[in-house]
Each structure stands twice: as C-alpha cells, then as structure tokens.
C-alpha cells in the first residue's frame, strides 16, 4: 500500500508521474485491466519509495544525534558522580 497520492509533500516531489496515472485512470476500466498503467503505477511507486528511503535516512542520522546527546549527558552525570 502507499500513503495517499494527494499530500503536500506527495504533490510536490511526485506530481507529475501522479499526474500521468490518474490520465491513465482516467480512460477507464478496461485500459487498466489490460496492463496499459502499469508503468506509470511502476514510476509512482518509484518516486513514493524515493521519498520514504529519504525520510528514513533523516530520521536515522537525527535518532544518532540523539543518541550521542543523551550518551554525552549521562557520561557527565557518571563522572560528576565518580
């Protein structure tokens, strides 16, 4: 499942091969049944995936800083009480 097409962030990065699936869509049932949007479902899900690694890594690199903040503060804690 991907997260709704239609979000600000979606729109801004993504906009254009969502554009071309809703065309493809849009020319009705049988056009998608016969296969016909599967490469612009396929570029969609390409520039979803794109986003969510991105996303993933700024929410890795900013849960390391963290991390050493807290680390860092319960080294001085230790050693003020040593």
């Known amino acids: 499942m991907h997260p709704h097409l239609h979000t600000e962030e979606n729109q801004k990065n993504c906009a254009d091969v969502i554009a071309i699936l809703d065309e493809c869509h ?3 049932f049988m056009w998608k049944v016969l ?3 599967t490469t612009a479902k396929h570029n969609v899900n390409m520039c979803l995936r794109a ?3 991105e996303r993933t890594r700024l929410n890795r ?3 390391r ?3 050493a903040k807290i ?3 319960w080294k001085e804690i230790d ?3 040593s």
Do not use: H, S, T
Request: charged share 50%.
């Open 51 to 53: 986003q969510r690694l």
């Open 65 to 67: 800083e963290k991390r």
């Open 26 to 28: 849009a020319r009705g």
């Open 61 to 63: 690199e900013e849960a």
């Open 79 to 81: 050693d003020e009480n």
């Open 71 to 73: 680390e860092k503060v």
């Open 35 to 37: 296969g016909n949007c």
